[in-house]
Every structure is written in C-alpha cells, then in structure tokens.
C-alpha cells in the first residue's frame, strides 16, 4: 500500500489482513516495536524516526526479506510503509520473482486532512496499536486542523474526564494512550517533504504495471475498505484474464 503518511495504510492494512487471512507486515510497526523493546535496531533507528526521516534502504530490505521468507507469507501477505524508495521497490521485486502478482494500492488523501488525522492520533504506549483518534471523540473537525503541540498536550492529558472510556485505555492491552512521536506538527511538516522527495516517485514506477490501482482515502474508513477489496480484487483478476499482469 502507498500513500501519504496518515493516508490510511496501516488502517486499512490490518483490515485487509485480518478478512483476508494474511499476515500485515508494517516496517513502521517493526521499527516502532524495536525501539520500544530498545533492540539494537531500535536503537538504531529511534533518532531517524524521530525527525520523520527514512531508515536505510539496506537495513529496510534486509528486515523484510527476512520477514518474507517466514512461512506464513507463502499465500500472501499485505505490505505497509514499503517499499518506501525507488530502491526498496527494485528490491521488492526481486524478492517477488515467482511469487504471484504485486498488487499496488495507492491511498490518496487530500493533504489538509492528513494534518487533521495526525494530529489527532492516539496510539497505545505498550502494544503500538491505532487507538482511533480522540479528535472524533472530543472536538469538532474544525479544532483538530490547528492541532500539533496543542494535540501533543492535549494527548498526553488524555486521562481526561473529556475522553469516552475506550479512548482512555487501549482496546487491545489496557495500556496508556499517547500521541506518535512523530506525529508533532513539525515532524509531520518533515515527514510529509520526505514522501515527496522520497516516496511519490514510487507512484510513477508502479503507474504503468497492471496491478497499480489507486482509491480514494478521504472516504470512511469502511468505504476506503470496500473500495481497496474492489481495487486488489480487480487487479488480481486482470492478472488472470491478461495473463501478462504479473508485477515482476
Ligand atoms: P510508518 O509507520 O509507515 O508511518 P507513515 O507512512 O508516516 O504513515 P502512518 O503510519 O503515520 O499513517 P498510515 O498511512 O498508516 O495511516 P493510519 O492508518 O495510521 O513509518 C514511520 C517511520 O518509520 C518513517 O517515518 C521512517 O522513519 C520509518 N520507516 C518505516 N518504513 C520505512 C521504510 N520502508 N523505509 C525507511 N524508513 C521506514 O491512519 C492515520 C490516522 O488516521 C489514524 O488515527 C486513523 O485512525 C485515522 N484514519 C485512518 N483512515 C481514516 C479514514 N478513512 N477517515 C478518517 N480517519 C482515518
Ligand atoms: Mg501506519
């Protein structure tokens, strides 16, 4: 899955996963994991990630194709957050060699509305889960868009009577709810620059393949679901129907 950061990968990842009975492989949570269980690659990569800037294309690689060989990706699986370069996607394709199309889906969401959900994202402290976003919960839409430090300190008070129940702890593990390091306003300013720079020429190497599809994230999250099933669903059929769809 591509898109900008808060586009909506994660969400929709975990849900395609979950229906489709395939493990969801996120190098953002890999890397968020690592650094919370303070691992040698946490350490590594806790500053990088800090300032919204992308890990090395060697350690990304190495860290999904190893991942990739694990059993439980042999009838599929759904990538979120890579490839994330051009040189990831060079990668991914050859570790794709004989294993069935590569169906790329990317999210599209109008860049106001990224600021709005970033700003306003709550994960869980221990289990790294998407707890929602207490935005929806606690303020109109039009307060969220001025969020960033003002969301900061408004998430780590969260423990405020303000919150429904379920925005207080998370819904997975019980544990506390924070803002993402990286979802600071300026981090975000940062991490949107890097997609550019970095990521959106991923859109143009992908465009012309047969399996590149793209839908529209700005929609609830059930409709994005419905659309990105319809979206995969196409593009795996027209690998059949074509016979010459297959990502290489
Ligand atoms: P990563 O974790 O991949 O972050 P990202 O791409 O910046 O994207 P996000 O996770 O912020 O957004 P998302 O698109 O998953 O949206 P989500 O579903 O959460 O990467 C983090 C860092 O790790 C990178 O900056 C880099 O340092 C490093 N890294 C990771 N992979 C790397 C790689 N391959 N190479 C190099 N470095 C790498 O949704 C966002 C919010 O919106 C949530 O609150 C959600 O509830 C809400 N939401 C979702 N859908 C909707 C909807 N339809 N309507 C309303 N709200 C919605
Ligand atoms: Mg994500």
Redesign the pocket.
């Known amino acids: 899955m591509l ?11 975990e849900r395609f996963a979950r229906t489709r009975g395939v493990p969801k492989v ?4 890999m ?2 994991e690592a650094v919370h269980d303070d691992t040698e690659i946490g350490r590594r ?1 806790k500053t ?2 800090e300032r ?6 060697e350690l ?1 690689t190495g860290i ?1 194709r190893e991942r990739l060989e694990r059993a439980d990706t042999m009838s599929g699986f759904v990538l ?6 051009v040189g ?1 996607a060079e990668s991914l394709d050859s570790m794709m060699n004989g294993r069935g199309p590569l169906i790329v889906v990317d ?1 599209v969401v109008p860049e106001e ?1 990224i600021a709005r ?2 700003g ?3 994960i869980c402290a221990d289990c790294g889960a ?1 707890a ?2 207490f935005a929806d919960a606690a303020h109109p839409v039009s307060d969220a868009v001025a969020v960033g430090a003002a969301a900061r300190v408004e998430a780590e008070a969260i423990a405020g009577s303000r919150l429904p129940p379920d925005l207080q702890r998370c819904g997975r593990c019980g544990g506390r709810l924070i803002q ?1 390091a ?2 600071d306003a300026a981090v975000v300013l940062e ?1 949107l620059k ?2 550019h720079r970095q990521t959106e020429p991923l859109v143009e190497y992908y465009r012309k393949r047969p399996t590149f599809r793209s839908v529209n ?5 059930d ?2 679901a419905v659309a990105l099933a319809a979206a995969v669903d196409a593009a795996a059929a027209g690998t059949i129907t074509t016979g010459g769809g297959v990502a290489r």
């Open positions: 898109g900008l950061p808060g586009a909506g990968k994660g969400t929709q990842a996120s190098t953002g949570d890397l968020r990569v990088t990630m919204g800037e992308l890990v090395s294309d990304m999904v979120d957050g890579f490839p994330r370069t990831q999210i509305e959900r970033l306003a994202r709550l998407n929602g976003s993402r990286d979802d991490r890097v997609y994230g700005a929609l609830t999250p409709q994005v």
